[in-house]
């Protein structure tokens, strides 16, 4: 039998430990904020003259990393999720660079700036093209029952979270229940993205990986 390489589970690995590694730096910047740290919009913890804002833009950049490791292993079961993880990760990214202004306020309820628009858009918009992703690996068949079955779950979560997240957003603006909402997405999110980085690893680790233009003997 010839002996096939399994790089795929080592990428896979690495985006899980970078997705899980980055949420706790944000977790760590947003229990040093002052004041409660169930309180306010996540983002809070990054803006300028918080304890640890540079932390919690660097953990937020490291899961970005985290989520487009993901999109290049997935990629091989399925560009259109590749393509979705990649953008994901793009804005993710962005919402670390740009940080919003102190409080994270916005319209129509507060005085915005473009960096809080900015950041705000690039981080709606990263969880709902995150989703999609959730929701085509879950109606793909190459990726497996247990990674459709994750996916399924995933969705069924989210999907309804944000949905009501997004309401109270535009009805209220900030508040216990926004707060409240938006940490139970993440923490979905990240759930989903270290879950499917585990299932992915195993799967590669088990599962042989024919090279372009090769051909796995499997017996003589």
Avoid: K
Avoid at 13 to 29: F, I, N, P, R, S
Avoid at 110 to 121: F, I, L, N, R, W
Avoid at 164 to 169: A, H, N, Q
């Amino acid at each position: 039998m010839v002996a096939l390489g399994y790089r795929h589970d080592r990428v896979a690995a690495l985006a899980g430990v970078a997705v899980l590694a980055g949420a706790l730096t944000m977790l760590a910047g947003l229990v040093a904020a002052p004041g409660p740290w169930t309180e306010g919009y996540v983002s809070e913890a990054g803006t300028t003259g918080m304890p640890l804002a540079i932390a919690y833009r660097c953990g937020l950049v490291g899961l970005a990393v985290g989520v487009a490791l993901l999109g290049r292993v997935l990629g091989r079961d399925s560009r259109p999720v590749a393509t979705l993880l990649g953008l994901a990760a793009l804005l993710a990214g962005t919402s670390g660079v740009v940080p919003c202004t102190s409080g994270c306020p916005l319209p129509p309820y507060e005085p915005t700036t473009v960096a809080d628009v900015s950041h705000t858009a690039a981080s709606v918009i990263g969880m709902v093209l995150l989703a999609g992703a959730m929701a085509l690996v879950a109606l793909s068949a190459p990726f497996g029952p247990v990674l459709r079955r994750l996916s399924t779950i995933a969705v069924a979560i989210i999907v309804p979270l944000g949905a009501v997240l997004g309401l109270t957003m535009l009805l209220s603006g900030r508040g216990p229940v926004s707060a409240t909402l938006e940490r139970a997405a993440l923490v979905v999110a990240v759930s989903w993205l270290v879950g499917t980085s585990i299932v992915a690893a195993a799967v590669r680790r088990t599962r042989p990986e024919t090279r372009p233009g090769s051909r796995a003997i499997v017996g003589q």
